[in-house]
């Protein structure tokens, strides 16, 4: 595993951050992924803030909508030099890679397997088994499994012919990518995925406990 900068990590965390509001700000709303029209956005964001409240300190609101809105265009920009920036394995891949990275492609193993999930839902049984046993990824890699992982609108997804929880597949990368130290404790996109694992697990212990409830109140 190559040492990560503390730069490189709060470049990844902003990559990853402009991500999270392209797939669940901008997206849900339809806005397309073009610099201006992301600029107008927050500007109107910021306007809708602004208005209502006299008190809100608006340089430092401002400051912070600015931030947001740099982020995903700076993002965008990286997402169209890999291709389509509405391609969301292009977003996913450009808010995963450093920008040395970002020009040598990825395994096509993972590529596949990642187009499959953003796109289809899907999880290639083969692929899948390759890449756990592979000895080739690189950090960059592990990014994009997990980012491709955690971006899913779904609780299952289909593994060959058989659905299988999200909260299993990410599981399985996660312990992959601490088993083969492919990212460092402090990655944010290790970090991120960690959460939304915990947070998988909790959503599965509370379905789990609602359907025993409503069992034992038919028995």
Known sequence: MSAVTQDELMYLQSQLEGLESIFME???FGI???RQHVQDYYDKRFDAATKPVSSVAETELRRQFNTKANQVRNLVDSAESLGD???????????ASLPEERSKGLLNSVLQLCKGLVTETKADPVLFKEIISSKELRAVEARVLLGSTMFIIA??????EQPLPLRDLLGQFLQMVRQEGLLTRNDPFLIEAQCA???????????????????????
């Open 197 to 219: 694992m915990e947070a998988l697990e909790l959503d599965a212990e509370a379905a789990e406990e609602e359907a025993e409830a409503q069992g034992q109140a038919q028995a």
């Open 155 to 160: 609780d299952q997804v289909m593994y060959g």
């Open 85 to 95: 920036a509405g391609n969301k394995l292009n977003l996913i891949r450009a808010a």
């Open 32 to 34: 397309e992924l073009k």
């Open 26 to 28: 901008l997206m849900p």
